[in-house]
């Protein structure tokens, strides 16, 4: 089936008990069973009916056997990071997520990881920066907040090549599975803050991961069950009904986001513009190979400073200051100062005078009206 028709129908079986077309909120905690362990769900924390629909659809939707849901998307990462021990390293994008780069460096580095930071975007670069000790690969693609590309199946080709071959592990929250299939281009484990784009509405907190091993299921889903950031049927009964519109929605945060980014560059005031969609952006080319559509995030950087990257940002009226990205309303913030604290004063601080705009499914006309008032 097509994307569009999977996005409503994977794991969405009407409901056998009565019929229902929409997938019940199983809102309980226990199950009866027949006997002692004859029966398919016993405990809400292992498994939940809701939950698996969720799990089984977004498998579908990333060309996937296995889904997994999680509580956030930093629970899905954090049981990712799990399958690590003491002495191993993982590679990751030089521009990451902020919560990313906290985890790591604040977390699991005490536990004896060691993660280093690299161009991804630069193969070569890559290919040197693996150690011995490298087990895994962690990609942003496009990157948050800097929309960096990195070639996916490129890098996958430079692991194949590695004595040990590292898990490559792609976030996919940017481009969603509607836009980009990281496992079909060679990853190996998919991750997505469902909150964003796969929820759509800004009114749920869940993550998702994605894979194609049995083994390593097995090991996630342990990890699930045994650690227990899973997510309520409530959370995965949301993120099943923003899914359903995913790939209207995504058409136009990306045609809109390409009408904004195009309108930004020929601003006197913006001093650079990012957005894998412009043909100058230095990823365009692999974009346009890997991904169906370029997405509804764009950052820019005003003429003025960071002072005036807060005046720009706290002037909108149709774009909200706010942080998060991905629902159907339109937000703006300045990273450095709102969802990147946490990469301050380290490599991967971001330009103060950087804006990252989150653009929602409105009339593009209103939104450049806004951003025209608000830079004037």
């Given at each position: 089936m097509h994307f569009e028709t999977l996005a409503i129908h994977a794991g969405q079986d009407p409901d056998p008990a009565y019929g229902a077309v929409m997938v019940p909120i199983y809102?309980?905690?226990?199950?009866?069973?027949?006997?002692?362990?004859?029966?398919?769900?016993?405990?809400?924390?292992?498994?939940?009916?809701?939950?698996?629909?969720?799990?089984?659809?977004?498998?579908?939707?990333?060309?996937?056997?296995?889904?997994?849901?999680?509580?956030?998307?930093?629970?899905?990462?954090?049981?990712?990071?799990?399958?690590?021990?003491?002495?191993?390293?993982?590679?990751?994008?030089?521009?990451?997520?902020?919560?990313?780069?906290?985890?790591?460096?604040?977390?699991?580095?005490?536990?004896?990881?060691?993660?280093?930071?690299?161009?991804?975007?630069?193969?070569?670069?890559?290919?040197?920066?693996?150690?011995?000790?490298?087990?895994?690969?962690?990609?942003?693609?496009?990157?948050?907040?800097?929309?960096?590309?990195?070639?996916?199946?490129?890098?996958?080709?430079?692991?194949?090549?590695?004595?040990?071959?590292?898990?490559?592990?792609?976030?996919?929250?940017?481009?969603?599975?509607?836009?980009?299939r990281p496992l079909a281009l060679g990853a190996d484990i998919v991750v997505h803050s469902a909150t964003k784009y796969l929820g759509g509405h800004s009114d749920v907190v869940s993550g998702l991961v994605v894979l194609n091993d049995d083994a390593l299921h097995d090991r996630l889903k342990f990890l699930q069950n045994a650690v227990g950031a899973v997510p309520g049927p409530l959370d995965c009964f949301l993120v099943l009904r923003g899914i359903k519109t995913l790939p209207l929605r995504m058409e136009r945060h990306s045609a809109n986001a390409m009408r904004i980014a195009a309108w930004l560059t020929a601003h006197p005031r913006v001093a650079q513009v990012l957005y894998p969609g412009l043909p100058s952006h230095p990823g365009h080319a692999i974009a346009a190979k890997q991904m169906s559509g370029f997405g509804g995030m764009i950052s820019f950087v005003?003429?003025?400073?960071?002072?005036?990257?807060?005046?720009?940002?706290?002037?909108?009226?149709?774009?909200?200051?706010?942080?998060?990205?991905?629902?159907?309303?339109?937000?703006?913030?300045?990273?450095?100062?709102?969802?990147?604290?946490?990469?301050?004063?380290s490599p991967l601080a971001v330009d103060p005078a950087l804006i990252r705009l989150s653009v929602g499914i409105e009339h593009a006309d209103d939104l450049i009206a806004d951003l025209a008032q608000a830079l004037a």
């Amino acid at each position: 089936m097509h994307f569009e028709t999977l996005a409503i129908h994977a794991g969405q079986d009407p409901d056998p008990a009565y019929g229902a077309v929409m997938v019940p909120i199983y809102q309980t905690s226990t199950y009866v069973q027949k006997k002692i362990g004859e029966t398919e769900y016993d405990y809400a924390r292992t498994a939940n009916p809701t939950r698996t629909a969720l799990q089984a659809c977004i498998a579908a939707l990333e060309g996937g056997k296995h889904g997994l849901a999680f509580a956030s998307g930093m629970a899905a990462i954090d049981c990712v990071l799990r399958l690590l021990r003491p002495g191993d390293h993982v590679l990751a994008s030089n521009d990451v997520y902020g919560g990313t780069y906290r985890i790591f460096e604040r977390v699991y580095r005490d536990y004896g990881i060691a993660f280093s930071f690299v161009e991804m975007g630069d193969l070569d670069a890559v290919r040197a920066a693996l150690r011995s000790t490298t087990r895994m690969v962690w990609v942003e693609t496009p990157t948050n907040p800097l929309l960096k590309i990195a070639d996916i199946a490129g890098i996958a080709g430079v692991l194949a090549q590695a004595p040990a071959r590292p898990l490559l592990v792609v976030d996919n929250t940017f481009a969603s599975p509607y836009l980009q299939r990281p496992l079909a281009l060679g990853a190996d484990i998919v991750v997505h803050s469902a909150t964003k784009y796969l929820g759509g509405h800004s009114d749920v907190v869940s993550g998702l991961v994605v894979l194609n091993d049995d083994a390593l299921h097995d090991r996630l889903k342990f990890l699930q069950n045994a650690v227990g950031a899973v997510p309520g049927p409530l959370d995965c009964f949301l993120v099943l009904r923003g899914i359903k519109t995913l790939p209207l929605r995504m058409e136009r945060h990306s045609a809109n986001a390409m009408r904004i980014a195009a309108w930004l560059t020929a601003h006197p005031r913006v001093a650079q513009v990012l957005y894998p969609g412009l043909p100058s952006h230095p990823g365009h080319a692999i974009a346009a190979k890997q991904m169906s559509g370029f997405g509804g995030m764009i950052s820019f950087v005003v003429k003025g400073g960071p002072a005036e990257a807060r005046r720009v940002a706290e002037a909108t009226r149709l774009f909200a200051l706010a942080e998060s990205l991905g629902g159907v309303e339109s937000l703006v913030e300045v990273p450095a100062a709102m969802t990147h604290t946490s990469v301050a004063n380290s490599p991967l601080a971001v330009d103060p005078a950087l804006i990252r705009l989150s653009v929602g499914i409105e009339h593009a006309d209103d939104l450049i009206a806004d951003l025209a008032q608000a830079l004037a």
